[in-house]
Structure formats: C-alpha cells, structure tokens
C-alpha cells in the first residue's frame, strides 16, 4: 500500500508545548447528571457559541443539554417516516451547519424504510432554539443498497474546515463487500463524499464542489471524495488543522486508522476490499499494493492487545487536560481496549482496561471531548497524567535601583508559590519574595528585586500543593558594562536557545565562536531577548561574544 504520512509541521511546535515524552492514561468520567439514554451513537455541539450538547440515540430521538449537563429537552427531534432503527441501522449522526447561529440548518444521518440511508435536512423553530421544526424536514441524498443487507451503513457526518458537508459510507453490508462496491465509482457506498448544502430553496439543494477530485472523471460519481472504505465507524477532523481521521472497521483480522491532510485526503483510495488494514484481503482485480492509501495504524482482532470493532475519536485539542493534547484518542467497541496516537509523531500507544460499548465521540465548542456508550452513559474524556512544570523564558534584567525577573510556566498543575531566592555566591540563597500560582496551561509572571549589588544568583523555589519542592536552575545578573548571555532549554529538552540581556531598546551583534576561533553563527541588529536558535549547533562548549556599541563581552556557552 501507499504510505501517505500527513504535514504535520503545523502542529508541532504546539505539540512540544505540551509533551515531555508521557504518554497520557485516557479515563472515561461518567456525567452522573445524563440519565436515560437510549443507545446514543453520537453526540455533536452546534458551535454557536451556546456551549449546548447534542446527544444522538439510534431510535430517532435527540436530546439537547446545556453545557452544565442539565436536560433542555428530551426531544430536540424526533424522527419517524421512512425510518427504521435496530442492529447497525437508525439515527446515525447530526451535523449543524457552519451557519446555524443565523440559518437554523442542521443535517441528519439515518437508515430509510427501505433498508438504505438519507441525509435530510431540517431547521430548528425560530422561536425555540431547542426544538426541531419537522415542517422543514427536506431530503438531501437518498441512496438504495442493491442487496439490502442490514449492516456497514457508515454514517458520520462533519462540515469540512472549507464549509463543505462530508459524509462516511459504508460498504452497504454482508461481508467481504459483495458487490465489490467501496472501489465502484458509481456507487457511493463505501466512500467519503463532499457536498456543498448552502442551495435551500432549489431541488436538489446540493451542489459539487468543482474542485472535488473525480468532477472530470465521467467513471466516478461527482459527490466522491475519497474511496475504500469498509464502515468508517467513526472519523473526525483535527480542529487545529483540518487533517482527516478515519476509523475504518476490519473484516477477518484488522481495525485500522487512517490519517491525511484534507488535501491528502481529496481522491484517497484506501484499499477495502483489496486491503484490510495493512493485510491482503482479495485482491481480484486489484492494483498493486503501492497504489492505494495505507493506514497509519492497524491492531489484531483479539481481546488482549487489539478488539473487534473499532470507535474512532478525536485529537484532543482542549486546556483541560495539558497532557492529551495533541493525540488522537480511539477505542475498541467490544474489548474496551483504548489508543492514543501522537498526532505529530504518529507513534501509537495501547492502554488496555477501558470502557467498552463505546459507541461514538464528540467535541464540545471549547474542544474538550465527550464520549457515549451503547448502554446509555455520556462520559467526559481526560486523563489522570499530569505533565511536570517546566519553566520557560527565565531571565532577569539589570536595571539601576533594581533587577526585573521574568519567567513564563507551561503544564501548571497544582502549584501554590513560587518563592524567589537570591544569592551572592551561587551557593547560599535566601528569600527575595514570593508569587502566588496561576495555575494556567501558559502562565507568565514578573518580579522586581530591590538592589544594587553587582553581581546577583537567581534561582525560583517552586511550591506544589502536595508540598513537593523543586527548583529551576540558576541565573546571573550582573550590574554595570558587562552582560551576561543566558542559555536555558525552551520547550524540549532537545532544543538550545539563547537571549541575550543587553538593555531594551538597544541593538547588538551576536557571533558564536568554537574553541578553534571557526565563526558558526553571526547575528547583527539583534534586540533585547529575541530568540536565538542553536538546536542545529553541536553539542559541545562555545564562546560567544555581543558586540554593543564600543564594548565587547564574551561569555562561554555549553550546549548539551
């Protein structure tokens, strides 16, 4: 198979701010508060800035929370009319238009009387937000299976970072794609499609976009957007960066993930009946493996370390939990087996002992997750892994009557203080003052410390709420013609980058300089506290030297 890893560049410098090498330990919450539920397959928010909570059950019925979870209304919609429910089949998904806040439009997913499915789309009451109007009730796509078979009806629904709708599909059932349907051009079962819904007046308020893949291939419906799919069950974009995540249900041995750009994703074909997960299935007919799309992840159908079903979620973009961000999160229906997957990295992680009868994800507007089980319960989705505090930006300034420190925090957990300690050896600290914790993901603070001594030792003492103590590492600030250069790790451990403490709203030359007197690196009009960036500068000791005005200071530099 092809293997198309996705750009992730765009997420990476976000993702190091958030991971110290831990993998997160996902936990399911039950919301105590959410009673009753019947079979919920989906739960989705409107994004209108109401924070409310949409909760999808296969019977038709869907039910509306405010964001503290307390019940709006049991029936924001109840379906009936050509509609039928059980098994695989019934209410499958919602989706609010990008709009809805000015529209009222919102899009279900469901299984027809006839054994196929329909996307319909309805609005809501202009004078009660929280109810459905079954007036507008109006048909977008209707399409029949040629064998009614009652499984691999897909259907998940999501509006696209470009404002287009996307819908998953299913094979349209049995086993082992009969009709070999999910690599027919002309059927759109088994594929993703991409339609544009903002036509609400003409017949058949839809349109294709003219930049989807196959509108010039008279072989493959216009709808199509990507191909090869067995029972997308579910898939989700990255809100960060609109990249695509698709659980694909397996057959005989495999569950797999998919991951691509949406550009990627556009034309994609990704191999079922050909290929399940990274394993030949039947390969009549088909081209070579290289030809299609692989996954980026598959687990073996067993108990212990894989499952039989697969539930796909989200990545994680919420502040709730610092130490999730940034992975995909994905269960196993029927053995609880839970994964998450570095979303930069895509390294892959089991972690058995979940819940099981996880039957679909969603996102809140604040991008915390929820999940929901067949047997009724609404869960939050987090984690009990708490990311150690790391220290960024920790540099002083000498000023005339006194000397400022400033430093920034990521991860800030269950801090109380921080106790600012000074020395004039580097040896004996005693206390210069404290700050109150903010307990934020991304904290900044700010001290003045009264002096005039020439030459001062810095280092912060970190109180945690438990108690513990640490502390960060030690800088220097020295008064008068001569500045320091100060060398802190940012970020990853990985990383070496340098401030320069010369006075602001002055400008210097920088030049870096190994034992041998070899110039590596200059920098001319440099300003106070710019980052200078010596990751790709070996391991090993320097000297470096800033060039202000007619004075020149050199300090040594270890990069480790």
């Not at 750009?7 to 410098?13: A, K, N």
């Not at 958030?18 to 409107?46: C, E, F, K, M, R």
């Not at 992840?297 to 502040?319: E, K, L, M």
């Amino acid at each position: 198979m092809k293997h198309i890893l996705p750009s992730f560049t765009t997420i990476l410098l976000l993702f190091s701010l958030y991971s110290n090498g831990q993998i997160p330990i996902v936990n399911y919450t039950p919301i105590a508060t959410v009673t009753g539920l019947s079979n919920p397959l989906d739960v989705v928010s409107a994004n209108d800035g109401t924070n409310r909570i949409f909760i999808v059950q296969r019977g038709g019925v869907v039910r509306v929370y405010i964001s503290s979870y307390t019940l709006l209304n049991s029936n924001f919609l109840t379906l009936s009319g050509n509609f039928t429910t059980g098994g695989e089949r019934g209410l499958l998904s919602l989706a609010f238009h990008p709009d809805y806040e000015n529209n009222r439009y919102f899009f279900v997913y469901y299984t027809n009387a006839a054994g196929g499915v329909n996307i319909d789309r309805f609005q809501t009451l202009s004078a009660n937000p929280n109810q459905a109007d079954v007036s507008t009730r109006t048909n977008i796509i209707s399409v029949s299976k040629p064998v009614v078979y009652s499984n691999h009806n897909g259907g998940k629904l999501n509006f696209g970072p470009d404002g287009n709708l996307y819908a998953g599909f299913g094979d349209s059932g049995s086993s082992g794609d009969p009709g070999n349907l999910a690599q027919n051009g002309n059927s759109l079962w088994g594929k993703m499609i991409r339609i544009n819904v903002d036509n609400f007046s003409t017949s058949p308020f839809y349109t294709n976009p003219l930049d989807n893949p196959f509108v010039s291939n008279p072989a493959i419906l216009d709808e199509i957007f990507s191909l090869g799919l067995r029972n997308p069950w579910r898939w989700s974009f990255d809100r960060l960066n609109g990249n695509v995540w698709i659980a694909d249900v397996g057959q005989d041995a495999k569950e797999e993930v998919n991951a691509l750009t949406l550009a990627q994703a556009s034309a994609a074909n990704y191999g079922w009946r050909c290929y399940e997960g990274f394993n030949a299935y039947n390969t009549a007919g088909c081209l070579p493996q290289a030809s299609y799309t692989s996954p980026i992840f598959d687990y073996p159908h067993n108990i212990a370390t894989g499952g039989f079903s697969i539930t796909g979620g989200y990545v994680y973009r919420g502040t709730n939990f610092p130490a999730l961000y940034g992975y995909y999160v994905c269960t196993d229906y029927v053995s609880g087996n839970i994964w998450v997957i570095n979303a930069a990295t895509l390294a892959s992680t089991l972690q058995t002992g979940g819940v099981g009868s996880i039957s679909g994800y969603g996102e809140l507007e604040n991008g915390e997750l929820l999940a929901v089980s067949l047997g009724g319960t609404l869960y939050t989705v987090g984690t009990s892994t708490v990311l150690p505090l790391k220290i960024i930006n920790w540099i002083g300034q000498a000023q005339k009557e006194y000397n400022q420190l400033t430093w920034q925090t990521t991860d800030e957990n269950n801090v109380t203080q921080f106790e600012i300690t000074y020395s004039q050896d580097g040896i004996s600290f005693e206390n210069a003052g404290m700050i109150l914790a903010k307990n934020e993901s991304l904290a900044a603070y700010s001290f003045k410390h009264p002096t005039q001594n020439e030459k001062v030792f810095y280092r912060l003492k970190i109180i945690h709420k438990n108690g513990s103590i640490e502390y960060s590492n030690i800088i220097q600030i020295k008064k008068g013609p001569s500045k320091q250069i100060q060398v802190i790790n940012f970020y990853n451990g990985n990383s070496r980058l340098v401030w320069l403490n010369i006075p602001a709203n002055e400008q210097a030359s920088f030049q870096l300089f190994n034992l041998n007197g070899q110039n590596l690196l200059t920098i001319n009009n440099y300003l106070n506290n710019k980052i200078i960036d010596l990751q790709k500068i070996p391991t090993g000791i320097y000297i470096g030297k800033i060039i202000r005005r007619n004075e020149t200071v050199s300090e040594k530099i270890l990069l480790r």
